[in-house]
């Protein structure tokens, strides 16, 4: 179905507070939302990598970002 799967990578304090930035614009999200996420994360992000996702440093600058996965596109 796809021929490129890419894994935004960050770090868990990053993760965190652009789940709070959301939660702010959305109600309807509760703190154990956002720590659920994280009872997962690392284990997604190794079965991820197992199976040839591409990393992406999700960190950086949104414009970074897709330059890094326009390089792996083109």
Do not use: N
């Not at 939302?33 to 997604?44: A, G, K, L, P, T």
């Not at 991820?48 to 591409?54: G, V």
């Amino acid at each position: 179905l796809f021929t490129k799967v890419f894994l935004l990578k960050a770090d868990k304090e990053l993760l965190r507070q652009r789940m709070l930035d959301r939660k702010a614009t959305d109600p309807t999200k509760q703190d154990q939302d956002i720590d659920s996420h994280f009872s997962w994360h690392q284990s997604f992000d190794q079965e991820m990598l197992k199976h040839s996702a591409i990393p992406i440093d999700a960190s950086l600058p949104i414009e970074q970002v897709i330059e890094e996965i326009e390089k792996e596109i083109i």
